[in-house]
């Protein structure tokens, strides 16, 4: 299962762009390329271009990919170059949100990640000997009541996003 | 009077610019109910031929005696309806306008009734202070037929050159030992790519040829009193240290042990502590035969002044120098000369300078030195520079086989200069030109964003640089860095979309040009305010390209906004063409708009002459009684000692209280508490509302705006009478602390409003109903936003969710 | 002394318990006091990596609420996602506490710091991270082009930096674990710190620790406080260090 990523329906695809026109102040892009020029990703993945991602919000209505959204590094160092102050890294990050509400799923491992928020509050596993080992070092326990947890959980459920998530679960594909 | 008045009205449609939002017609009907008046009538644009004939006709046909414009901003027709109702043989002040447009109809063009009802509202305000208005005599003051000119660089040097040729004394005051500015140190210039040294020597040469103008060099203007045709300027001469005895020889400059950082080449060499001052060199074109250019020039060149210069600052008062001076020309306990001069007209042309591209630290300038700028890749080229005109790679003095010209370098960019800076694309062009032709088989690379090649004969320089080979790649770099020794150029070319990472031997960076960094000590000596991007600015883009708000200073050259040379030259000439025609007339009229005296209520308590920085109040005392005088022809109009006599003995021509008390009993006759009453002061915040309209910033329509010439004219019985009919809100809107162009009228109103705001609640009104909020010239947003806030405000007390009367926490006091 | 509430985020107390140790260690050799934020969760970095902003919100304000006083991280990610939500939550910085940095903290306390700790000598490829520069006009900690304030630190523990050609760039431990961008990414980092003759890796970003020492079989990866703890007289063990990290043997 992917994303709308130039499928889906034309009227979708639009107001996806749309959407996007009003984040990281896209409309001041006039394309001077020192966003792609500086970008992390762009020096080690040539086809990832942030300032073409760009011009397709702007000029063709098309707005990046699902697979171009996740590939940011959220390094900044987009916004820092650019002139106009527009940032590409929030774009992208406002685009993943959008591909969720749409019909998308998150990366598995970013979807572990949450899951795992979910229900420990940290984002990577507690394994078992971690207990001894800070006992050992002499650092207080990190075991998160179950009030806490419940608390952190809520607001997964109060934001909708766990419904959100469990609901497209199943199909071992990251997207 | 024992008549009544005749008012007529008239309300400009402005083409759609009103009409497209108010209902011209009914504010008509609106005005013909209104008391004394007897004729009403809208007009297409009454500014025009047509319109001004329609008014003129209007006032015989109706034998009307009091005029009421309800159209643009004063501050951009007052001169014109005044001009007209004179012809039709009233008194110029009898014309009170009601801003409809810049404060009404572009401001609130989604609320078309509300825009309506203001409208009705304002002429309403207008017709009551045109009731009062009474006829004035201009007061008449001699005009000082002698001009100064700030500057010497190209633009001050034109003016200068215009004014004297017709016969009248200048005083050319320039800061730096040379005249010339920056285009002094250019080798070439666009779109010809000629010699800097053709034109620029003839005119500095006349200028030191002409009787007429006094150059004075090292010299700096301290201080700007007076008025247009009466200026009194105080000029300060540093030392030069060298006296006129100097033949130019220059056995000084050897003798000299101390060595400074050149600023003629920016650093890029050094000179003495003692050097020589001359024009331009002759060095030859390249497109034409040498020995016609060697006689041509010499002929040019033949008088080329050379004489020594002290910088005071890095001298050591050795006296090596003395020593070898064959005619004693050595003076180091010269004093500095501070001199008072009377002017009639002051010319402002104290240029631009150049973004410094250290706070982009990306580009590596001034961590890797063959990184320039391209003014300092100018100096490089240039036959007097640190090269004698050979392109030489400051790092080891090769010459570069690969030059990358990176643009925009501090202009187009939110974080430097958001403007573009004009002419960058073409100096690059031209020293990529240079670089093909006197280097061949040199790479030359432009990154750029756009090519802005708008001007005359400019496309086809760019045309000529592609065939010459220069690379054009667009892209704006996000850095420049150095990989395995060499500088690396990083880019990506857009129009492929490949990343590129470039080698360079020299890196160009075409920065931007900001004003200069005199500028705003000079517009506050002057009381010029500056736009945005921290140039001076001109009275009106359009109507008054060179002339600023204060009468008698014009500005030239780059000063009030980035320009080339061809258009600076003719800025001077603009500049000069001014002046003469101030020049022509051996008087000129001042607006009458002082104060006057009642000395019946005067008490002698001389709090007014404490408010006066004009010295234009006198303490005297006649048959042992203690009373004050006032000296009108010192008055600049400002009210300001008027709203703080506490016996009402002062009062204001055209601004009296009984006038200013009339436009606020008509702007709260109907629904008092909906409404914000702003005194806005003419020449920061009532052009500041301006601003807003010209920009199109919408706010809700129920401010009335009173002008006033200064917020010290604002007393506090005025905003109490805002509050006692009932107003929303009241807002006092001044100039920023240092800017106010009375000197100090502004802290008299914080400090009337700041007492009367702790005595508010006691009379059961809010203190937050009453805001003082600073608003410049161009700070059409601020305006806007204060509005906002204020009618959020508003509407909270409308709802009952905040007190009409008592203490809320958090008064917002001025921003 | 300070009291700070110390923010110790995920990987720190699950992954690298010994950073934590260090950190304590650094703390309690100056006297400074700390309260635990007990019940914190994740940070949600990069508001929920992008997915919900309204959780990552709600979750930091609920961590907010935690915090007794000035809030210190550990981790850099932490630090700025803790910092964006406190912007939009209280952006006037009058109801929510500050939030450190923990490199913040060492330039501070760089005097007293510097007086009580032993030299290193040791040849570090600092690994600066991009959530402590950027984006510059929000996080206003160094400048982000010419970062010094970690230079300044391993300078006061008689260590030095070593310039290399990837030392400002991102190490890529956000990207997604399919991509193949992260590995180019880290293995270009490491090399060219190996290639200046680095002895390690330094950071204080959790992130790019465990991202960095994922794809560095040689050289060590190390987090400023393990150094900071070493120099000022701990177990070499007690915090991560063990001789062999030294003599560059492999960690696993």
Known sequence: MGGPSGGGSGGEVKRMAQELLKEGNAVRCFQCGSCTSACTVNSAAPEYNPRRLIEGILVTNTPPTYEDVWMCATCGLCLERCPREVSAMDIMLAARSLYLAGDSKIPKDRETMIESIVSTGYSVPVKGDIKKIRGELGLPDIRISAEDQAEITEEFERSGLLSLIRHRRGGGDER | MSERPRIGVFVCHCGKNIAGVVDPAAVVAAARRLQDVVFACANIYTCSESGQAELKKAIKEHNIDKVVVAACSPKMHEPTFRACVSDAGLNPYVVEMANIREHDSWVHMRQPEEATQKAMDLVKMAVAKARLLRPLEPIVVPVTRRALVIGGGIAGIQAALDIAERGHEVVLVEKSPFLGGKARMLDKTFPAVDCTSCFLSEKINKVLMNPRIRVLTLSEVTGVDGFIGNFKVRVKTRARLVNERCTGCGKCVDACPVEAPDEQNLGLSSRKAIFMVNTPSSRPCTRLPLDYHKEVHLARHSFSPRTAVIDSERCTRCGECANVCPTAAIELDQPDIEEQLDMGAIVVAIGFEMFDPRSKPQYGYSVYPDVLTSLELERLLHPMGPTHGQLLRPSDGTVPKRTAFIQCVGCRDDRANPYCARVCCMVTLKQAILLKENYPGTEVSVYYIDVRAGGKEYEAIYNKAKSLGVRFVRGRPSSVRERDGSLMVEAEDTLSGVRLEEGADLVVLATGLQPAEDTPKIAGMLKIPRDQDGFLMEAHIKLKPVETVIDGVTVAGSCSGITDIPMSIARGHAAAAKVLGLFSKEQIELEPITSFLDLEKCKGCYACTKMCPFQAIEAVERDGKKLVELVTSSCKGCGTCVAGCPFGALDQYHFTDEQIMAQIDAALEENPRDKIISFNCNWCSYAGADFAGVSRLQYPANTRVIRVMCSGRVSTKMIMRAFEKGAGMVLVAPCHPADCHYISGNEWAKKRVDALRTTLAKKGINPDRLWFVYVSAAEGNVYQGTMNKMNALLEKMKSGEVAWEGQVAGAPVAK | ?252
């Open chain 3, 1 to 252: 002394m300070t009291a700070y509430s110390l923010y110790l985020g995920c990987l720190v107390p699950t992954q690298f318990p010994y950073v934590e140790r260090a950190v304590r260690d650094v703390l309690s050799s100056v006297g400074v006091e700390t309260s635990e934020m007990i019940g914190a969760s994740c940070c949600a970095p990069n508001r929920l990596f992008g997915v919900n902003e309204q959780t990552w919100l709600a979750l930091n304000r609920r961590n907010f609420s935690l915090a007794r006083g000035e809030i210190l991280t550990v981790c850099d990610e932490c630090f700025a996602s803790l910092q964006d939500a406190s912007l939009e939550i209280d952006g006037s910085g009058e109801t929510l506490p500050p939030v450190k940095p923990f490199v913040a903290f060492l330039s501070e306390n760089e005097k007293e710091l510097g007086e009580k700790a032993n030299e290193l000598g040791l040849k570090c490829a600092i690994q600066h991270s991009c959530h402590l520069l950027r984006p510059s006009k929000v996080r206003k900690v160094d400048n982000p082009e010419n970062p010094i304030l970690m230079r300044n630190a391993l300078d006061a523990i008689g260590c030095r930096s070593v310039k290399h050609d990837e030392e400002l760039s991102c190490c890529g431990g956000q990207i997604v674990a399919t991509s193949r961008v992260r590995e180019v990414l880290a293995k270009r980092k490491i090399s060219s710190a190996e290639g200046a003759g680095a002895d390690c890796v330094v950071t204080t970003c959790a992130h790019c620790l465990l991202h960095l020492s994922d794809h560095s079989p040689r050289l060590p990866v190390v987090h400023l406080a393990q150094l900071y703890a070493l120099a000022l007289g701990s177990e070499p063990s007690a915090v991560g260090l063990t001789p062999e990290l030294f003599e560059r043997v492999a960690r696993k």
